[in-house]
């Protein structure tokens, strides 16, 4: 089924391929466009430098409206 936020989230993807952030590395999850896994690298020459946070996002039918939430798969560890 497609929605205007489903084909937003392919828009968003392709421009993710084409153009990617510095220090960011995000994608859908193979079977639904909805759910992404990311990752967050820290940046060089900081206290930060070598860390990466993983971390995944849930965009709802409203997207584009609505943010999306993203979940620190870091903090879910912890508690765990």
Do not use: C, E, H
Not at 3 to 10: H, S, V
Not at 25 to 46: K, Y
Not at 48 to 65: E, M, R
Not at 68 to 79: F, H, P, Y
């Amino acid at each position: 089924m497609s929605t205007p936020a489903r084909k937003r989230l392919m828009r968003d993807f392709k421009r993710l391929q084409q153009d990617p952030p510095a220090g960011i590395s995000g994608a859908p999850q193979d079977n639904n466009i909805m759910l992404w896994n990311a990752v967050i690298f820290g940046p060089d020459d900081t206290p930060w430098d070598g860390g990466k946070v993983d971390s995944g996002a849930y965009f709802g039918l409203k997207y584009q409206f609505v943010y999306g939430s993203l979940v620190d798969l870091l903090q879910i560890a912890m508690a765990i």
